[in-house]
């Protein structure tokens, strides 16, 4: 299959469409999940196309795991969490639904249920859970 250049988060990445910014490295971007199944719940993706874990390059798999490494300590702290679920999805089949590379990192609770899905948030939640999970990184 071949990379969709006007994917949403492409489209994200070029400043089209508005996000709630995380983090940004050389290589690597991270931001809040718009329908987040747990609070703190955000996305890291490659700077570069990779529509997903089977085509991507080794620099850009390197990169999105120091980043969402790091995030992961970062939302632990932030949501004093217990854990954190990290999610990949590959092709349809595999549940992707952006064919952007693209893992989910969710800040995890003892005894709490993830939310269901596709749900939207409100904007300045998000904004707040942002700056939370921003502080931590320091």
Known sequence: ???????IFARILRGELPCV?????????????????ADGHHLVIPKTAARNILDASRDQLTACMHTVQ????????????????????????????????HFHILPRRDGVELRPPGIMADTAVLREQATRIVDALN
């Open 1 to 7: 299959m071949d990379y969709d250049s006007n994917n």
């Open 21 to 37: 910014e995380l983090y940004e490295d050389e290589g690597t971007y991270a931001f809040m999940d718009i329908m987040p199944r």
């Open 70 to 101: 790091k995030l992961s300590r970062a939302a632990v702290r932030a949501f004093n969490a217990d854990g954190v679920t990290l999610q990949q999805f590959s092709e349809a089949a595999g549940g992707q639904e952006v064919f952007h590379l």
